[in-house]
């Protein structure tokens, strides 16, 4: 037992050290930007846009190193600061395989795009519906009929298994939401189902909300526990013309009257205060969690909507990016809701 922890550690600070090589080798290419060879050849002014009162740029810290991989085509999930990403051939998208095999693999690769441990998927339960790390990189990923298997860092399987309960099972699971340590499942008949701590796991079931398959949310968000009053995750459901929030003991409607319309999108802010609704007739419609202090913006950019992430930083400045199948648009705090 001693000898093989020991192979373990060793084995982890290999793949830490390749990391960090991989990095290393990367900051002194010439294809790195902040590199003397590439400043050179590009106008320093050239990089930075205005952003209202703003100047803002996006530089490529360092080139992935990984060769064929079309993200699109992938079921991603990233580690937080830096940590592992995991990657898998999304099986509810008709994509042509070239010269790759049909077996599925998940491949586990570090922040560089080297690939460390790989395995092929062969779980029964039907579609991958999603997959996440949690804090202490444990990549959990759940299946249509409920079970969540877990991997370590090494692409292993963590035993013992584990289900979402039986009536997941029965209705399978169409989305599900992760947040930090947990997740909520929806199901086929609209039912919801939460594991508050995947150090803990025991599944519970939410409040009824009284929709059917044929009337699934367009849209689902969660507020972590810890920013909400009740002390539980809070659930926000895009239903009808309206939101639905739910937890485990009630169920509350939110009328178009206060959302203005039918939400296709909702983005929770990292403290749970801002909510971020992309609405059916192109409009952006920032909140806070109170539904008041709105601003709107008519987005003039037509596409599908791709993602909506609301993010902050360590100045408590706030920044919302929507991203478009082809192009991104960025929305600074203070031009909407002003610097607290």
Same mark, same amino acid.
Request: glycine share 6%.
């Given at each position: 037992?001693?000898?093989?922890?020991?192979?373990?550690?060793?084995?982890?600070?290999?793949?830490?050290?390749?990391?960090?090589?991989?990095?290393?080798?990367?900051?002194?290419? %010439?294809?790195? &930007?902040?590199?003397?060879?590439?400043?050179?050849?590009?106008?320093?002014?050239?990089?930075?846009?205005?952003?209202?009162?703003?100047?803002?740029?996006?530089?490529?810290?360092?080139?992935?190193?990984?060769?064929?991989?079309? #993200?699109?085509?992938?079921?991603?999930?990233?580690?937080?600061?830096? @940590?592992?990403?995991?990657?898998?051939?999304? $099986?509810?998208?008709?994509? =042509?395989?070239?010269?790759?095999?049909?077996?599925?693999?998940?491949?586990?690769?570090?922040?560089?795009?080297?690939?460390?441990?790989?395995?092929?998927?062969?779980? %029964?339960?039907?579609?991958?519906?999603?997959?996440?790390?949690?804090?202490?990189?444990?990549?959990?990923?759940?299946? =249509?009929? @409920?079970?969540?298997?877990?991997?370590?860092?090494?692409?292993?399987?963590?035993?013992?298994?584990?289900?979402?309960?039986?009536?997941?099972?029965?209705?399978?699971?169409?989305?599900?939401?992760?947040?930090?340590?947990?997740?909520?499942?929806?199901?086929?008949?609209?039912?919801?189902?939460?594991? &508050?701590?995947?150090?803990?796991?025991? %599944?519970?079931?939410?409040?009824?909300?009284?929709?059917?398959?044929?009337?699934?949310?367009?849209?689902?968000?969660?507020?972590?526990?810890?920013?909400?009053?009740?002390?539980?995750?809070?659930?926000?459901?895009?239903?009808?013309?309206?939101?639905?929030?739910?937890?485990? $003991?009630?169920?509350?409607?939110?009328?178009?009257?206060?959302?203005?319309?039918?939400? #296709?999108?909702?983005?929770?802010?990292?403290?749970?205060?801002? +909510?971020?609704?992309?609405?059916?007739?192109?409009? +952006?419609?920032?909140?806070?969690?109170?539904?008041?202090?709105?601003?709107?913006?008519?987005?003039?950019?037509?596409?599908?909507?791709?993602?909506?992430?609301?993010?902050?930083?360590?100045?408590?400045?706030?920044?919302? !990016?929507?991203?478009? $199948?082809?192009?991104? #648009? !960025?929305?600074?705090?203070?031009?909407?809701? @002003?610097?607290?």
């Amino acid at each position: 037992m001693l000898l093989k922890k020991r192979k373990k550690k060793e084995r982890h600070d290999q793949i830490i050290l390749a990391t960090q090589n991989s990095i290393e080798t990367s900051l002194n290419s %010439p294809n790195f &930007p902040n590199s003397p060879s590439a400043m050179a050849n590009v106008s320093v002014a050239a990089e930075w846009q205005l952003l209202i009162n703003r100047y803002y740029r996006k530089p490529e810290l360092y080139p992935m190193r990984w060769k064929h991989i079309d #993200l699109s085509r992938n079921k991603v999930a990233c580690a937080p600061f830096g @940590g592992p990403i995991a990657i898998i051939r999304d $099986d509810s998208k008709i994509v =042509q395989l070239y010269a790759e095999s049909a077996l599925r693999k998940l491949r586990i690769f570090n922040s560089a795009g080297i690939l460390f441990s790989e395995t092929v998927w062969k779980h %029964p339960g039907g579609r991958l519906i999603g997959m996440s790390w949690t804090e202490d990189q444990t990549l959990i990923c759940i299946v =249509q009929d @409920g079970t969540i298997y877990r991997y370590n860092v090494h692409c292993e399987v963590l035993e013992p298994n584990f289900s979402m309960g039986k009536e997941c099972f029965e209705q399978n699971v169409v989305d599900c939401v992760f947040w930090g340590n947990g997740v909520v499942c929806l199901t086929e008949a609209g039912k919801l189902f939460c594991v &508050p701590d995947f150090k803990q796991i025991k %599944p519970c079931k939410l409040a009824e909300v009284g929709i059917g398959a044929e009337e699934l949310p367009h849209c689902m968000a969660v507020i972590e526990p810890q920013y909400t009053v009740s002390g539980n995750v809070e659930v926000l459901l895009g239903v009808g013309s309206g939101i639905v929030i739910v937890d485990e $003991d009630e169920v509350r409607f939110i009328d178009e009257e206060k959302i203005g319309g039918v939400v #296709l999108k909702i983005a929770v802010s990292h403290n749970g205060r801002f +909510l971020a609704c992309f609405m059916h007739d192109g409009r +952006l419609v920032v909140m806070n969690t109170e539904f008041r202090d709105f601003f709107q913006y008519q987005c003039e950019v037509i596409y599908v909507v791709f993602g909506l992430i609301l993010r902050s930083n360590l100045c408590r400045v706030w920044f919302l !990016l929507i991203c478009f $199948d082809m192009c991104s #648009l !960025l929305f600074h705090q203070s031009r909407w809701l @002003g610097v607290d």
